[in-house]
């Protein structure tokens, strides 16, 4: 596997796939790790609408973003590792899924936070959104 899809989200569920690609990674001489961090688009309405403008949310959000890809690439600093990294603005599942394609990545890692069966089938989790919509190979980590 040449290019890994990271997707990273703050967890310590998404830091141990972190840690897996870049294991996987050092194993294909001249591999790299696209890091990314998707959210959905914010949702403005009612009260806080009022107070807090379009464009202040946006860039809370930005921020935030930025924070965990941040933090993500602290944690492979020397690891001799190529990567990139890029926030993304959708829905989640098919967003990650349609973006590793698109970058010709040949499969996406992330995180599987500790939620039930049962909570997936009510709620749906973002790995199972990215399971459904990816056309590769998605590694889940735990």
Do not use: N, W
Request: hydrophobic share 45%; aromatic share 2%.
């Amino acid at each position: 596997m040449k290019k890994l899809l990271v997707a990273v989200d703050g967890s310590g569920a998404a830091l141990r796939a972190l840690r897996v690609a870049a294991d996987l990674a050092r194993l294909v001489p001249g591999a790299s790790l696209h890091l990314v961090h998707a959210h959905e688009e914010p949702r403005l309405y009612g009260e806080l609408a009022v107070y807090v403008p379009r464009e202040k949310m946006q860039a809370l959000q930005r921020a935030q973003c930025e924070s965990f890809l941040d933090r993500a690439e602290a944690e492979l600093k020397g690891s001799g590792l190529r990567t990139t990294r890029e926030v993304l603005e959708g829905p989640l599942g098919r967003t990650i899924a349609e973006h590793a394609e698109r970058l010709g990545c040949d499969a996406i890692v992330m995180g599987r936070h500790g939620e039930s069966a049962l909570g997936d089938i009510l709620m749906g989790s973002v790995a199972m959104k990215v399971l459904h919509a990816a056309r590769l190979p998605v590694i889940l980590v735990r």
